[in-house]
């Protein structure tokens, strides 16, 4: 069975300082990766996506992703992070051949002043 | 443009109580589905639907049904609530195929349910 795993549930981290959230998922052929925000009482908004091409993805709000095929995984970073970025960050996994999205349990990011 | 539309955003019900979820989307979008979510288990797939007439199980179907006479509104049944199906429940569509706007998934804003 496909999963995506999340491995921190949570990442507390000083503002301006780098964060890296992290996404492993398991799946032996090609797959759309996601990475979803929620903030606090809102519903999900997306970040970025790979679907193909370069492995570096640059989303909104400052973030980019990594696809990492040989490790199945697809790292969410920041350099310098702002407490509004404070919220809840989802992985997803999109096998293309499969018409199912399933999705990590979450990373919740608190950014510290 | 509406997007996805989702009633009620607050419910609380009395175990054994029956409600409906209703979702509605403008984009004549193929796809939809529903999910819920719950602490540190993040979304998972309750039902969903290629079109108009055809549904499927997800993840987590029992309790829950759904049906799909247009292809604007998937709407998500609860028969006798439990408190175990406390959660916040989001709506998602998207069109079909993978190309284009199909790999683009829109959500609705949410509906947190109270089963007490």
């Known amino acids: 069975a496909q999963s995506v795993t999340q491995l921190d549930s949570q990442v507390p981290v000083f503002e301006e300082a780098p964060v890296e959230l992290r996404c492993n998922y398991s799946?032996?052929?090609?797959?759309?990766l996601f990475w979803y925000v929620q903030y606090p009482n809102q519903g999900l908004q997306l970040l970025l996506k790979?679907?193909?091409?370069?492995?570096l993805v640059k989303g909104i709000n400052g973030f980019e992703a990594e696809f990492n095929k040989s490790q199945t995984s697809f790292h969410l970073r920041k350099p310098s992070v702002h407490i509004s970025d404070t919220a809840e960050y989802f992985c997803?996994?999109?096998?293309?051949?499969?018409?199912?999205?399933?999705f990590g349990p979450g990373t919740s990011l608190s950014v510290i002043p | 443009n509406a997007g996805v539309t989702q009633t009620p955003k607050f419910q609380v019900l009395k175990t054994g109580q029956s409600m409906t979820l209703q979702c509605a989307q403008d984009?004549?979008?193929?796809?939809m589905s529903w999910y819920r979510q719950d602490p540190g288990m993040g979304l998972r797939l309750i039902h969903y639907s290629v079109g108009a007439g055809i549904t499927d199980q997800g993840e987590v179907p029992n309790g829950y049904n759904v049906s799909r006479s247009t292809t604007e509104d998937f709407p998500l049944r609860l028969l006798s609530a439990a408190p175990s199906q406390t959660s916040v429940y989001f709506c998602?569509?998207?069109?079909?195929?993978?190309?284009?706007?199909?790999?683009?998934?829109?959500f609705g804003e949410g509906s947190w349910l109270t089963v007490v």
């Open positions: 799946s032996s052929v090609s797959v759309y």
């Open positions: 997803a996994v999109w096998k293309t051949s499969y018409d199912k999205v399933i």
């Open positions: 790979y679907l193909s091409g370069s492995t």
């Open positions: 984009m004549n979008h193929e796809y």
């Open positions: 998602a569509s998207r069109a079909s195929g993978t190309g284009g706007s199909g790999n683009t998934i829109y």
